[in-house]
């Protein structure tokens, strides 16, 4: 097979020395003021169903309304927030249905990445991930809380890389995200949360022994645990 210079294999095998690309342009205000805002959203600074505009929330990070207004579209199409016509924005609830697929969508993905990363993964890492999840809690205490929802979903996502998958492991990591907001709002069941410590325990002991169908079992027992806590808490509420 003969190659030209207008090869695409040609193109990127470049010789020593030559031309690199530019590096990229720095974020733009607009992304800037997405990255804070949708932090918030997350962190439930903003709370689902409270109101919004583009004033208040210009006012709140000292920018212009242009970055806050590239934002707010790029949140609508994400679905964080939702526009409404005359009235602002509002942020997106946290719904039942939401909420249950998501786990529905991890305890497909979750319980197969285990399998594969038994023999595989970073056991001291996974024990340190596991240390931080199990001590330090404090109830009520949005920064204890937010450092082991960190910390908790450090871990699954940890296990998840080990199964050696990159693009399974954003989809692990963007479901995740998308429960942080339900954690924040559910805090109580932090408490009862504690308690399923010992499932960490035995999916870090199955990945040590390179056991892929006890870790598997044990990863699939865990999200329905969690799931069946924080359905009951959100039907509490």
Known sequence: MSLDRASPLVRMARP??????????PR????????????????CVYVPGESCSESQLAEAYGVGKAPVRWALAALSREGLVIARPRQGYTVASVTLESVNEVFGLRLIVEPAAARLAAGRADIPLLEELHDRVTRGLRIGDRRS????????????IEITRAAG??????I?????????RTMHLLTFVFDRVKSMGPDHRVLIDSLALGDGAA???VARDHLENSR??????????
Do not use: C
């Open 228 to 237: 069946r806590l924080v359905m009951d808490a959100l039907l509490a509420r």
């Open 172 to 180: 692990v990591a963007s479901l995740l995200e998308e429960s942080q």
């Open 215 to 217: 870790a598997e079992r």
């Open 145 to 156: 809380e937010r450092r082991w929802i960190e910390a908790n979903n450090d871990f699954h």
């Open 28 to 43: 733009s205000l607009g992304e800037e003021i997405y990255g804070r805002i949708r932090r918030d959203i997350v962190g």
């Open 16 to 25: 020593p020395g030559a031309r690199r690309r530019k590096p990229a342009a």
């Open 165 to 170: 998958n990159d693009r399974l492991t954003r």
